[in-house]
């Protein structure tokens, strides 16, 4: 095999594996809904699959997604957002009995196929209200311009900090 064929090779694997990884997987509660928010790495064009699952009792139990099917008796209670680089699934009606270890799980095709995913356990009397964890959590954004505008006014000595 030419080894330039080889490098490229080697080079399109590692795009992939990197491409669609897991980052974090948080919980929170907005009003009676679970919110779970995945956030991903997305530098590969690569179609990704992906799944929302809830084990509980050591059994698991598919909420949403596009490698295992649903179960009924989640499909009227999940609402799912997909964006760049993050993937939003609300279960409505949120109790006691939907408490256990969710999984976000991204699946890249090839050979062999691509695993990553992050878990949280979820306690119901233990999660926090999505507000206080909103902003900093799904856009960080304003954050990294209110710290680059500080210190650019810094350097024009328009403040001293």
């Not at 490698?67 to 949120?94: D, M």
């Not at 960080?140 to 350097?155: G, H, P, V």
Request: proline residues 3%.
């Amino acid at each position: 095999m030419n080894p330039a064929i080889g490098i490229a090779l080697l080079l399109a694997v590692l795009q992939v594996s990197q491409g669609q990884k897991v980052t974090s997987l948080t919980a929170c509660l907005v009003d009676q809904s679970l919110r779970l928010d995945c956030h991903h790495d997305n530098t590969t064009s690569t179609p990704v699959q992906y799944e929302f699952s809830l084990t509980r009792e050591k059994k698991k139990h598919v909420l949403y997604g596009t490698v295992g099917v649903p179960e009924h008796s989640y499909r009227s209670r999940t609402n799912f957002t997909n964006k760049y680089n993050i993937k939003v699934l609300y279960l409505a009606n949120f109790t006691n009995k939907d408490e256990g270890t969710y999984t976000c799980e991204l699946r890249l095709s090839g050979q062999p196929p691509m695993v990553s995913n992050q878990n949280v356990s979820v306690l119901r009397d233990k999660l926090v209200k999505c507000e206080g964890v909103n902003l900093l959590a799904q856009n960080t954004s304003w954050l990294l311009l209110l710290l680059l505008s500080l210190s650019l006014l810094q350097a024009t000595d328009f403040i001293s900090l």
